[in-house]
């Protein structure tokens, strides 16, 4: 596709649900991040794939959050038993390749808002 | 661990001012520097990056230059118009690692 697609724009669920956010990287890019956005704050960096492969989850809060990139392009980020505290918009990245110097072009987010 | 400073926002401009938004950074091992610009609506966009000390990066007007004996790299522009009102990060890439360290934002807003 043209940019980075992230679905669904808007999620509000009830404290205690589940959720799962997809993210559609640029078609050949090599590497996804996921990251979180507090509001009125930076991004904040949960997880990162080079292809399907998770070689940092370092930023992941908790073991409710889980993320996969199964066949190396959509990434879908789970979050279970979700707690007020998770209320954030998120985003995904997706760069052409592995090294830390190329340019990540970032998906609108996804706002999640826990009731 | 690596983090990053800038400062807090909103900053209030009139149309053809001089533009200075600071950033420092700590890291551990030799960053690649970025500006961030998110304009209302969109998505994060690249505004420009510099991958070594005394590099300038420059777009759309925009120029920033790493300096490593102060530890910053301060976004300027010359004459900024109502377009360029947005919210822009300053963010770091550290040596092995891939993912991107940020400020926490400064909004710009540009008064005609």
């Known amino acids: 596709g043209a940019g980075v697609s992230q679905s669904p724009r808007y999620k509000v669920a009830k404290r205690g649900q589940d959720v799962a956010l997809r993210c559609d990287p640029i078609s050949g890019h090599v590497s996804l991040f996921w990251y979180q956005q507090a509001l009125g704050q930076g991004p904040e960096f949960l997880t990162y794939f080079q292809n399907e492969a998770q070689l940092d989850k370092s930023g992941l809060p908790s073991d409710r959050f889980f993320a996969e990139r199964p066949e190396g392009s959509v990434s879908t980020l789970k979050i279970q038993r979700t707690q007020q505290e998770d209320s954030a918009v998120y985003l995904c990245a997706s760069s052409q390749e592995a090294g830390g110097n190329t340019e990540a072009f970032f998906g609108q987010g996804t706002r999640l808002t826990v009731v | 661990g690596d983090s990053v400073t800038q400062m807090e926002g909103p900053v209030t401009l009139s149309e053809e001012a001089f533009l200075t938004?600071?950033?420092?950074?700590?890291?551990?091992?030799?960053?690649?520097?970025?500006?961030?610009?998110?304009?209302?609506?969109?998505?994060?966009?690249?505004?420009?990056?510099?991958?070594?000390?005394?590099?300038?990066?420059?777009?759309?007007?925009?120029?920033?230059?790493?300096?490593?004996?102060?530890?910053?790299?301060?976004?300027?522009?010359g004459s900024v118009q109502v377009s360029d009102?947005?919210?822009?990060?300053?963010?770091?890439?550290?040596?092995?690692?891939?993912?991107?360290?940020?400020?926490s934002g400064t909004r710009l807003q540009v008064q005609p």
Do not use: M
Not at chain 2, 85 to 103: I, K, P, Q
């Open chain 2, 85 to 103: 009102s947005a919210v822009y990060f300053c963010a770091l890439s550290d040596t092995g690692r891939r993912a991107l360290t940020f400020g």
């Open chain 2, 21 to 77: 938004i600071n950033c420092t950074y700590t890291a551990t091992g030799y960053p690649s520097l970025f500006w961030y610009v998110q304009y209302p609506g969109e998505g994060l966009q690249l505004l420009l990056k510099a991958t070594k000390a005394d590099d300038k990066g420059s777009n759309k007007g925009f120029e920033a230059t790493y300096r490593k004996e102060t530890t910053s790299f301060h976004l300027e522009k």
